[in-house]
């Protein structure tokens, strides 16, 4: 939950990007870790899982992998919960 949070304002939450000077692909995972304080497997296994979810898409750019949230899938999904329960 906090990852999805952290991803939705990811300015307020994570320093610029040396490589890209934009959050348009999302947020390194290597930032994501810093923040979460969890190891960087833990990390990679939690965002994989949102990932096959659909929650989060993967874009990478050379060596660095970045995540956003899924914005049209998490907002179909609140509107499918609000409608069943």
Not at 18 to 47: A, M, N, P, W
Request: proline residues 4%; contains cysteine.
């Amino acid at each position: 939950m906090n990852i999805l949070f952290w991803l939705k304002e990811p300015e307020k939450h994570f320093p610029p990007h040396q490589e890209l000077k934009h959050f348009r692909d999302g947020v390194c995972v290597q930032y994501i870790g810093e923040k979460s304080g969890l190891s960087q497997s833990t990390i990679s296994q939690y965002l994989s899982m949102m990932q096959k979810a659909g929650l989060v898409i993967l874009t990478r750019h050379g060596k660095w992998t970045y995540y956003k949230r899924d914005e049209k899938l998490i907002k179909k999904y609140i509107a499918h919960l609000k409608s069943h329960l």
